[in-house]
């Protein structure tokens, strides 16, 4: 099961400066000291948000998500996928995998995991969970807690890292590819990390109309990753049929023909950058936040 994750609006973008660092090389691929240095950036999540409710609630209902951090062609990035065409709600729009929680699951992070395994048919023992990222926002229809995890995805079958400064090996998507669950995922894409911070790609919105955050077009990846999986033309639903600044973010998967990150999947992405210290928050002359990366 994918749950969608889409509830922003539109503003104008703040001019742009890109960092001239962060707490990663966006370049060079992740090592076993750039998830330490992850892990400890996360591990102050949990002091300012307190610890995370270990059991499934009923009241609301919940659901787990994973950021899920991989080496593909020796670069950095993060995978994502695009819901499939069949998919009732949200279909053809990009998010991160995960769904609902079960009442067979331990947490809420066996949940996001279980889900992972199901879409994309990555064991949970092949993923090194390195954290959250805040506190679980509520979905668009107000009726579900979605707790967002980060988690590194190591290649199936291969040595770790001779030392903590050598590089992970790459991720074959062509492997995940073969085993997804095609009623669910229509696509699935990595996006390199220096590609999150490049301004030709970043769209400025609003989170629940008052956060801001950006959200990133990925409409060439999405492309390129449709022909090479022979499902060309899967995002076509949302992406056809509404243009101009009547469309609400939470409808389709990106304004005027493009593919977006965005929503609550661009909220929590951009939770992450900043924790990565990529993107930074400040306020204009008169006092509203902006985000600038």
Known sequence: MIISLHAAMSIPGPSMTLRSSSLLSF???????????????????????GPQQSQPGNKPRHAGVLIPLCNVEGKPGILLQVRAKNLRNHSGEVSFPGGRIDETDASFLDGALRETEEELGIRPEEIDVLGNIGPPEVNLRGDMCVWPYVGFVNQRNTKQPES?????????????????????????????????????????????GERPYWAVDVTDIVRSAEELSGSSGSTSISTEAVHGETQLDEVGSGREGRVEIWGLTGWYLSLLLRRLQAYQEEKDSVGIPQIKP
């Open 27 to 49: 370049s060079k691929p992740f090592t076993p000291n750039s998830l330490k240095a992850l892990r400890h950036a996360l591990s102050s999540v949990v002091q300012q948000t």
């Open 164 to 208: 903590d400064d050598y590089p992970y090996p790459s991720l074959d998507l062509n492997q995940i590819r073969s085993v997804m669950s095609i009623s669910e995922v229509a696509v699935v894409f990595h996006v390199p990390l220096a590609d999150l911070t490049a301004p030709g790609r970043l769209r400025s919105y609003l989170f629940r």
